[in-house]
């Protein structure tokens, strides 16, 4: 199981994924903008958010810091701009932590399949803290 941090940002994204390559002397790994997303006929990215950053990496030592725009409409606030990100290669343990954490709590986004992983969901724990959850498969 690996833990993760997901960082948001308020339209800086790019620089914010720039300056921290800079600053662990790393690479962005990866770098796409909404507009840039697979299509999905139930979303239509606002004319305003096509350039912002939809998901960017940086990797040192046994870190990953994954960052990204909040969209248009949403407010980025105390709690929902450092988003913890558990991904595991076993889709029972994802399931028991995405259950566990959302007793008590919210759900966002119920665990299903996404362009990015076999088993995805985000769950707002019952101390206001929101969480990825994810299967995932190292290669």
């Not at 929902?80 to 595991?88: A, D, F, R």
Request: aromatic letters at 12%; hydrophobic letters at 35%; proline letters at 4%.
């Amino acid at each position: 199981m690996l833990i993760e941090m997901f960082l948001v940002f308020d339209g800086d994204c790019r620089e914010a994924v720039e300056f921290y390559a800079k600053v662990f002397k790393t690479d962005v790994n990866s770098l796409m903008t909404y507009e840039q997303m697979p299509p999905d006929p139930s979303y239509t990215v606002p004319e305003a958010d096509r350039d912002k950053v939809m998901y960017a990496s940086i990797q040192f030592d046994n870190a990953l810091i994954m960052c990204t725009d909040i969209p248009s409409g949403e407010t980025l606030t105390k709690g929902n701009n450092i988003i913890p990100t558990v991904s595991s290669e076993d889709k029972d343990e994802v399931r028991r932590i995405f259950n566990e954490l959302k007793d008590g709590g919210t759900v966002g986004m119920d665990l299903q399949k996404t362009f990015y992983s076999e088993l995805y969901g985000m769950v707002t724990d019952k101390f206001g803290i929101v969480w990825n959850i994810l299967h995932y498969t190292y290669e």
